[in-house]
C-alpha cells in the first residue's frame, strides 16, 4: 500500500486548517501537538523531516532554510494573505492526491 504524504503545520498553520485536512483523512499535526510552541524556525523544520511530514508555513525564513542546502521532506509554502482557508486546504489536498513523500523531499510546493 503507497504511503500518503503527511503534515507538519508550522505557527502560520490556523485550528480551522488542521480541522479541514482532518476532515479530508490527511493526516497533520500542529505545533502545539508536537510540542513546539515557541520552538525556532529550524527546530520545526528538523521535527518535519525527522518525522517524514511536510510542512505548511507562510514563513520565508523556511524558503531561506530550503536554499541553503539542508535536506527535509518539502515544503508547501503560501505567501502571508494570499489564500483563504478553504484555498490552502484544496491545494494542500491536491498535494496529497497527486504527489507520493518521496517526489516531495527537498521541493517547494508554491501555493
Known sequence: MPRSIRFHLDEHGSNALAHGLRRMNINVTTIREAGLVGAS?????????????VIFTQDDDYLKLHAS????????????????????????????EIYEPEEMRNRVEYL
Open 41 to 53: 524556525d529550524l527546530q520545526q523544520f528538523t521535527y518535519a523531516s525527522q518525522q517524514d511530514r
Open 69 to 96: 542546502g539542508i535536506r527535509h521532506a518539502g515544503i508547501a509554502y503560501c505567501h502571508v494573505g494570499s489564500r483563504s482557508v478553504g484555498e490552502i486546504i484544496r491545494s494542500l489536498t491536491l498535494i496529497w
